[in-house]
């Protein structure tokens, strides 16, 4: 995706933090690395979803993150999600979104303000 900007940044500052063991993409879904302050696309619901990706950064590069809260971001999906639905990060597709089917705080990511059609759709969610 290259380089990614949120839909309504509210003031958000961003930050920085170097790519773990996996490459991130811009607009990528991200959680904590093995290290400090370090970063790795979000694959599972299991995991606390930081921030997201504001441009393409391999492993061991400085990465910057928007936050998640008080942000509306534009995500890809990883399936059709409907209109309304409370959003986690999937087990199939890194830094994508996916329906909760039973929402934990970790996995929290926000909730779609318009529908999917399907993979890798793009909508807007308010975190």
């Known amino acids: ?3 990614y900007e949120p839909f309504y940044a509210g003031g958000a500052n961003t930050w920085t933090a170097t790519v773990g063991a996996t490459a991130v993409v811009g607009g990528q ?10 970063v790795i696309p979000a694959t599972t ?10 441009h393409d950064a391999g492993i061991g590069m400085r990465v910057t993150v928007w936050p998640l809260r008080g942000v509306v971001h534009e995500l890809v ?3 059709a999600i409907a209109l309304g639905a409370v959003l986690g990060p999937p087990a199939t597709t890194a830094g994508r979104v996916l329906t ?7 996995g929290f990511v926000g909730i779609a303000l318009m529908a999917a ?9 308010a975190c």
């Open 1 to 3: 995706m290259a380089d």
């Open 29 to 38: 879904l991200l959680t904590t690395g093995a290290a400090d302050n370090t």
């Open 45 to 54: 619901i299991a995991q606390v979803v930081v921030g997201v990706a504001a």
């Open 77 to 79: 999906a990883d399936a």
């Open 100 to 106: 909760f089917a039973t929402p934990t705080p970790q």
């Open 117 to 125: 059609a399907g993979a890798a759709s793009k909508l807007r969610v």
